[in-house]
């Protein structure tokens, strides 16, 4: 494939995600976000955001899309996996986004975009980036020793046991 077919696909995954955007607004089921995911140049996932139709604050078009693709894919697993996304993930997405092992996304609208239509995330951004007792939300630690018993489980299984829970074959 030459440079300009790779592109030319590249453009149309993501006005398929920008087309779930604009769908969801018309529809009136959420905001104007949509996301896309292509795997070997498939679609494996094709959604909006949902958050108010499902009242789910974590139904973002992203996460939605990784559910989606997951699901159809049968694997936490989507490494070898392209989003197209019609904005900028939020921090969130982007945290979802390195769990489930996507290589490349391909954005529309910046997050300066989303601030200007009222959809900003630097507050989330900037929280992030400061230590928990500095945070808005109120973080403190109790239970360690009582919460520490699971990690020493998880340690004390063999890798053949941690790898059958991690397929979901156990
Ligand atoms: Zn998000």
Not at 12 to 17: E, K, Q, T, Y
Not at 96 to 116: H, L, P
Not at 133 to 143: H, L, Y
């Amino acid at each position: 494939m030459n440079k300009k077919k790779i592109d030319d696909s590249h453009l149309s995954f993501m006005r398929m995600a920008v087309k779930c955007a604009d769908d969801n607004i018309r529809t009136g089921k959420g905001g104007p976000f949509g996301a896309v995911i292509v795997k070997n140049g498939e679609v494996v996932a094709c959604t909006a955001n949902s958050v108010t139709a499902t009242n789910d604050p974590t139904a973002h078009a992203e996460v939605n899309a990784i559910r989606e693709a997951c699901k159809k894919l049968k694997t936490p697993d989507l490494e070898g996996c392209i989003m197209y996304t019609s904005c900028e993930p939020c921090p969130m997405c982007t945290s979802a986004i390195y769990w489930a092992r996507i290589n490349v996304v391909y954005y529309g609208n910046t997050k300066t975009d989303a601030e200007w239509a009222g959809f900003g995330d630097t507050q989330i951004s900037a929280e992030l980036g400061k230590p928990l007792e500095q945070r808005s939300i109120f973080f403190k630690r109790i239970g360690a020793s009582d919460a520490i018993r699971s990690f020493e489980q998880w340690v004390e299984l063999s890798e053949a046991e941690k790898s059958e829970v991690k397929n979901g074959t156990l």
